[in-house]
T-cell receptor, first 114, second 109 residues
Framework: NAGVTQTPKFQVLKTGQSMTLQCAQD?????MSWYRQDPGMGLRLIHY???????DQGEVPNGYNVSRSTTEDFPLRLLSAAPSQTSVYFC?????????????FGPGTRLTVT | DAKTTQPNSMESNEEEPVHLPCNHS???????IHWYRQLPSQGPEYVIH???SNVNNRMASLAIAEDRKSSTLILHRATLRDAAVYYC??????????FGGGTRVLVKP
């Protein structure tokens, strides 16, 4: 299994541009989520999904959209990039269910907005 | 979510044990205690979790106080590869992970 994969690894955007960060997992996990990590800080939850067709907001959702059309993919869209969105973005997945609590994280996408 | 208190950083010598404390005095009865770690420039990695009894796996041991208000992650023989930020996260099964500041572990050769 490749686990959780993210593309691109690095991205530089100008203010106002839009882009999509890709996330895919091959473990058939129902639950997927997006986090951002600012320098020297812990991770903060942006959006999450408990299954295909179902998404919900996390702690810091403003400026981001998500959709979940398949179990495998969970893209994160930046609608109009702002310098405050400069961060490292991590995607994660896990099985759904009370006993299945181990989350698997991707390697991250480092985004700089100028 | 229960609040946690962890030291900002700890140092250890290679091959020696590391004991990482976590205070979670507001933990609820259904919260599991999870530990994740984040190596430099990588995503977080699951380490271990437990509810009441002490737990062991190939990476670490988790000792949980009898009143569950604190726990200790034990790395039995630290290696350079164990240098990371370690996060203690109490949460109910199925709930979202909430990351705090964690403890940065430095391992000296």
């Amino acid at each position: 299994n490749a686990g959780v994969t993210q593309t691109p690894k690095f991205q530089v955007l100008k203010t106002g541009q839009s882009m999509t960060l890709q996330c895919a997992q091959d473990m058939n996990h129902e639950y997927m989520s997006w986090y951002r990590q600012d320098p020297g800080m812990g991770l903060r939850l942006i959006h999450y999904s408990v299954g295909a067709g179902i998404t919900d907001q996390g702690e810091v959702p403003n400026g981001y959209n998500v959709s979940r059309s398949t179990t495998e993919d969970f893209p994160l869209r930046l609608l109009s990039a702002a310098p405050s969105q400069t961060s490292v973005y991590f995607c994660a997945s896990r099985r759904r269910g009370q006993l299945a609590d181990e989350q698997y994280f991707g390697p991250g996408t480092r985004l700089t907005v100028t | 979510d229960a609040k946690t208190t962890q030291p900002n950083s700890m140092e250890s010598n290679e091959e020696e044990p590391v004991h990482l404390p976590c205070n979670h005095s507001t933990i609820s009865g259904t919260d599991y205690i999870h530990w994740y770690r984040q190596l430099p420039s990588q995503g977080p990695e699951y380490v271990i979790h437990g509810l009441t009894s002490n737990v062991n796996n190939r990476m670490a041991s988790l000792a949980i106080a009898e009143d569950r208000k604190s726990s200790t992650l034990i790395l039995h023989r630290a290696t350079l590869r164990d240098a990371a930020v370690y996060y203690c996260i109490p949460k109910a099964a199925g709930n979202k992970l909430t990351f705090g500041g964690g403890t940065r572990v430095l391992v000296k050769p």
